[in-house]
């Protein structure tokens, strides 16, 4: 039966190898991590963040090896940008009505542009990318074959 829900601490491992398997890893606290389970097993996962009133970022997501077009991914993101609110473990606003405005921004893999635009992403300027990440990928072995995307979707 699969679920969508936080993470747990027992969890960690075989998160870990998913986003190892991508070349990321988890981004802070696992338990601030949404996941898909079957059962015990971790499919995907993702961490959404609010880094201010209504602008969320997508740290991280991924899917498990041999997973890939089972739509693990395509459900977190639908998610995350149906109700950015309850996908993140520390809020700091609150959703007061059914169409409230957000932000969701991301850098992502080239590769991955399309996936993303499919849930309302749009290439963006790197400005519009939160201060902490902005430059993630400044320093990364991987930059010129990843080739990151800064995205933005604004929902509500």
């Given at each position: 039966?699969?679920q969508m829900?936080f993470?747990l ?6 998160l870990r190898e998913?986003f190892?398997?991508?070349?990321m890893?988890?981004s802070?606290d696992?338990t601030?991590h ?9 499919l995907?996962?993702?961490k959404l ?5 209504k ?14 077009g089972?739509g693990?991914g395509?459900m977190l993101?639908?998610?995350?940008v149906?109700?950015?609110w309850?996908c ?14 957000f ?9 991955a542009?399309?996936?993303?635009q499919?849930?309302?992403f ?9 201060l902490?990440?902005?430059h993630?990928?400044s320093?990364c072995?991987e ?11 604004i929902?509500?």
């Amino acid at each position: 039966m699969l679920q969508m829900l936080f993470a747990l601490p027992e969890d960690e491992e075989e998160l870990r190898e998913i986003f190892w398997t991508h070349g990321m890893d988890i981004s802070g606290d696992i338990t601030e991590h949404l996941v898909i389970k079957n059962g015990t097993e971790v499919l995907a996962g993702g961490k959404l963040s609010e880094l201010a009133e209504k602008r969320f970022y997508l740290e991280v997501i991924g899917v498990k090896k041999g997973c890939n077009g089972s739509g693990y991914g395509g459900m977190l993101l639908a998610k995350m940008v149906t109700n950015p609110w309850e996908c993140c473990k520390r809020p700091l606003s609150e959703c007061k009505e059914k169409n409230e405005k957000f932000v969701i921004t991301t850098l992502a893999r080239g590769s991955a542009v399309g996936f993303y635009q499919k849930y309302g992403f749009q290439p963006c300027d790197l400005q519009q990318i939160p201060l902490p990440f902005r430059h993630q990928c400044s320093d990364c072995p991987e930059k010129e074959n990843c080739d990151p995307v800064p995205m933005i979707m604004i929902g509500g």
